[in-house]
C-alpha cells in the first residue's frame, strides 16, 4: 500500500513543463528588428538577426553568416538560406522558462533555447558575409 501512495505522490509533484506553440505571426512580432541567441545543451549555437519582410541572417559560431528568409507553413517557421542550405522547419515553443526552437520531427528534448533578444545587428566574417 505504502508503495502506492509513493508512486501517486511522485506523479502528483512532478512539475509539468507546459510549452505552446507560438503562431507564426507572434514569431514575427517576437522577432522583426531583433537578434535573437540561441543554445543547444547550455552551448552556443548560433545568432540570428531578423529584418522586416520576413528575411533574416544566421550567424554560426565560427562568425560566418547566411542571409536566409523565412516563412510560415501552418504553425511551423520554416528557413531557406541563399547558401544553397536545405530548408529547415522549426516550432517555435513559449515554455515556462521562456522560448525554445524544435525541428520538425525533431524528439521533444531536442531543442534550441532562446538565450535572449537584443537590437545589436550581427557582424559577420569569411565566406558567407553579408552586407
Known sequence: MLKYITLILFWVVQPSFA?????PDQ????STDKTLYFSFEGKPFGVEQFFKDRRSK???EDGTCE????FADNDLICFNYDGGLETICWHFLKT???YAARAEGAPKNEVLKL???DTKPLLCSGKGLAV
Not at 27 to 30: A, G, R
Open 19 to 23: 510549452e505552446t506553440i507560438v503562431t
Open 67 to 70: 542571409d536566409g528568409e523565412w
Open 58 to 60: 544566421w550567424r554560426y
Open 96 to 98: 515556462d522558462d521562456g
Open 27 to 30: 514569431f514575427e512580432k517576437l
Open 115 to 117: 538565450e535572449s533578444i
